[in-house]
T-cell receptor
Framework: GENVEQHPSTLSVQEGDSAVIKCTYS??????FPWYKQELGKGPQLIID?????GEKKDQRIAVTLNKTAKHFSLHITETQPEDSAVYFC?????????????FGTGTKLQVIP | SAVISQKPSRDICQRGTSLTIQCQVD?????MFWYRQQPGQSLTLIAT?????????ESGFVIDKFPISRPNLTFSTLTVSNMSPEDSSIYLC????????????FGPGTRLLVL
């Protein structure tokens, strides 16, 4: 089955600096890669996603890159703000049994220091 | 995206008892999923719930322990049966919209503590 590895497990940055979270996946059939942000006491919220036919996607301060050949993808947050502090999960998804089966990474706890 | 609510938001239960968690969506959805998130851990899929059919359970999860109902396209329940402290987790429901969309949207979760 699919295996998604995520690094680092914790990340502390100064406000205004950039943060980068990296993930690798094992199954070349995975074709959809969402990123979720989970704040304390809340459910995961989708912040950005990328499909396998795209190499990069950007949404304001957030960008995601995908290298299909190397099977890795990364989340980039620029100009970090204290409200970016949360746990971030990457995921790899493919069609299995008639629906998109999602495998999550282990999570990165991001702390933005004011 | 769909608006998803869960009840209860949190509970403290005694071992040996059962708790039923409800998931309500504001629109009709094809697929609903139940996840478990143990403290400080990632999300693990328990089962997939489709309306009008039996839930499909992942390896390590069984119907007797986690019975699921899906009576219509906007509602599902997950029961955690005969609870032990190891069942203390966050339980999350998620949905995928109709038409085979890829993105899963999550509810706020139910935080369960078993004593």
């Amino acid at each position: 089955g699919e295996n998604v590895e995520q690094h680092p497990s914790t990340l502390s940055v100064q406000e205004g600096d950039s943060a980068v979270i990296k993930c690798t996946y094992s199954d070349s059939a995975s074709n959809y890669f969402p990123w979720y942000k989970q704040e304390l006491g809340k459910g995961p919220q989708l912040i950005i996603d990328i499909r396998s036919n795209v190499g990069e996607k950007k949404d304001q301060r957030i960008a995601v890159t995908l290298n299909k050949t190397a099977k890795h993808f990364s989340l980039h947050i620029t100009e970090t703000q204290p409200e970016d502090s949360a746990v971030y999960f990457c995921a790899a998804s493919k069609v299995a049994g008639g629906y998109q089966k999602v495998t999550f990474g282990t999570g990165t706890k991001l702390q933005v220091i004011p | 995206s769909a608006v998803i609510s869960q009840k209860p938001s949190r509970d403290i239960c005694q071992r040996g008892t059962s708790l039923t968690i409800q998931c309500q969506v504001d629109s009709q959805v094809t697929m609903m999923f139940w996840y478990r998130q143990q403290p400080g851990q990632s999300l693990t899929l328990i089962a997939t719930a489709n309306q009008g059919s039996e839930a499909t359970y992942e390896s390590g999860f069984v119907i007797d322990k986690f019975p699921i109902s899906r009576p219509n396209l906007t509602f599902s329940t997950l029961t955690v049966s005969n609870m032990s402290p190891e069942d203390s987790s966050i339980y999350l429901c998620s949905v995928v919209g109709r038409g085979g969309q890829e993105t899963q949207y999550f509810g706020p979760g139910t935080r369960l503590l078993v004593l």
